[in-house]
């Protein structure tokens, strides 16, 4: 037995020797994957995905090496493989957004066989040849080895890069001064509801009245800003904002409109000012995981994170690129839906906990992709896409917004019923809707409208990206300095005032529309969502 191994670990090794180039492609568009999304989400979001690819490029080529006792005909089988795998879902992408979405199973019906007969035939073209790809195998491996280790440079100078930071905040959230003793401090949530509007932009933009909602939320003894906007159009914008009671244009130095790099919102994220606060002051920071590719999936700083769902944003974008792309729902469906339902219960277990808390729970709804129907039935074939013309489908967003409502009632009942002090509870979006940014028009389908309206938008496009939910639970204490077009940048800076005993200034109310191409391209835009005449027309 020890000589059968020893044998066969001798004839693996001189394999993978001679043929290394199918896992440096197996490898290449994880991380060139990752790269191009560098900004966004985290090196370790790749760890999976690669270790997954390097085992099938394993599998597929001992396959084919046993089909072919030829180790550099088996490779180059693999790469042929490989190489329609991960570009399918782009070419698809590419072709498939011209039709519309009840096609796209045809297409696939049709593009898959054909995708999996010409690998068939690319491999029974290389077994039957008489070539000894001998320089093509050392061409491959030299090529694809020069474009990895390229990539692991690149990523590795952007890495140390992002570790040396240095920026600092002018006019920050000030000392706190707490007279409560640990029994008596409230637990704290801030629950964000990714993409949730106002009442105003539901009514303009979707015909939809959530007058109901609003008042259960008033009858539980919330205060309801009922015009209130974002400060920033994005979520990384918006959050890296509010957890630190700035406008980001209190960073020194400034942030260049030429710039993309999101290190610096990030960073401020990770380690922002209401959670260091807190937890100089005793407080626990929990961190319910968005299932994102932002800081709320994994903050640094949290000293405890709930993590729902096992697929992460990076690894869906993944599944949407390669041959996996038909899967998708599949794949991910009952992910994402267990990931929303599952939040919403770990948050109820948290008043269980002794010391008093601090929870940030980032909740991707109603944001798309659309899961649940307004009875909170899953919908069984969703189309899961983030961004993009599934904005235009305002149906389906209504039907998740009810689901919303409905889960965030018998939250705020769960929360108000077992916690032993009454707690702060916090309801707001990060931004809202973009409905208006998708719709057909002059030719352009939603995908292109889409796209094109975020680098121009209407005055009512900015209205409806602006206008948020933002409700807050203020127990034992008087609600006179809320107001109704109040914005996130203020939301601690109010309740560190109301309960700990800090000084903070309360700013100027200022609303900055940027697009994800150039973040950091500031456009003032107070003067259309704030001024009365500003509120979306009625229809």
Not at 16 to 40: C, G, M, R, W
Not at 338 to 364: D, Y
Request: proline fraction near 6%; charge should be neutral.
């Amino acid at each position: 037995m020890p000589n059968f191994l020893a044998t066969m670990t001798k004839r693996l090794s001189a394999l993978f020797k001679t043929t290394l180039h199918p896992f440096f492609l197996a490898v290449y568009p994880i991380l060139a994957l990752y790269q191009y999304n560098s900004d966004e989400i985290t090196l370790e979001s790749t760890l999976v995905p690669i270790l997954v690819s390097l085992a099938g490029a394993t599998v597929a080529f001992l396959i084919a090496w046993a089909a072919m006792r030829n180790s550099r005909k088996a490779a180059l089988v693999v790469a042929v493989s490989q190489l329609v795998f991960f570009s399918y879902g782009h070419l698809f992408g590419t072709f498939g957004n011209h039709a519309v979405a009840s096609t796209h199973i045809s297409l696939h019906a049709f593009a898959v066989p054909t995708m999996v007969i010409f690998i068939g035939g690319a491999a029974a073209l290389i077994r039957i040849s008489k070539y000894t790809f001998t320089k093509l195998t050392l061409i491959l491996n030299a090529v694809s080895g020069a474009l990895v280790v390229s990539l692991l440079a690149t990523i590795i100078l952007n890495a140390v890069s992002a570790t040396q930071i240095d920026y600092s905040i002018r006019d920050g959230l000030g000392a706190l001064n707490p007279t409560q003793s640990g029994a008596e401090k409230p637990d704290i949530y801030y629950i964000i509801l990714d993409g949730y509007p106002n009442s105003a932009v539901l009514k303009k933009f979707y015909r939809f009245d959530n007058s109901v909602f609003i008042k259960s939320l008033q009858d539980h003894g919330f205060y309801v800003a009922d015009y209130s906007t974002s400060n920033y159009a994005t979520t990384f914008l918006s959050l890296a904002s509010s957890l630190n009671g700035i406008y980001l244009d209190e960073i020194d130095p400034p942030l260049s409109p030429s710039e993309t790099n999101r290190a610096i919102p990030y960073s401020l994220t990770h380690n922002n000012a209401v959670g260091r606060l807190l937890q100089e002051n005793g407080y626990s920071f929990i961190n319910v995981a968005s299932g994102t590719g932002l800081p709320t999936n994994d903050l640094k700083l949290a000293d405890r994170k709930i993590r729902c769902g096992s697929i992460d944003e990076f690894s869906l974008v993944l599944i949407q690129t390669t041959l996996l792309n038909p899967f998708e729902r599949l794949l991910v469906k009952n992910d994402r839906q267990n990931l929303v339902q599952c939040s919403f219960r770990e948050i109820k277990n948290i008043p269980l906990r002794e010391e008093p808390t601090f929870t940030l729970a980032h909740l991707l709804v109603p944001h798309p992709p659309y899961l649940f129907r307004a009875d909170g039935s899953p919908i069984q074939n969703p189309v899961m896409k983030l961004t993009g013309g599934v904005w235009a489908d305002t149906e389906s967003f209504i039907e998740q917004i009810q689901f919303v409502n409905a889960q965030t009632e018998a939250l705020i009942d769960s929360l108000l019923a077992t916690s032993p002090t009454p707690p702060i509870i916090i309801i707001q979006a990060d931004h809202s809707t973009v409905s208006s940014f998708a719709q057909p028009s002059n030719g352009r389908n939603a995908e292109t409208a889409y796209e094109s309206n975020w680098n121009n938008p209407t005055d009512d496009m900015i209205r409806e990206r602006m206008g948020i939910l933002n409700a807050f639970y203020l127990p034992n204490k008087e609600t006179g300095t809320l107001y109704q077009t109040m914005t996130p940048v203020n939301t601690f800076r109010i309740v560190m005032n109301m309960y700990f005993g800090a000084k903070n200034e309360i700013l100027e109310d200022r609303n900055f529309f940027s697009s994800y191409s150039t973040p950091y391209a500031f456009r003032d835009v107070t003067t259309i969502v704030q001024t009365s005449s500003a509120q979306p027309n009625s229809p």
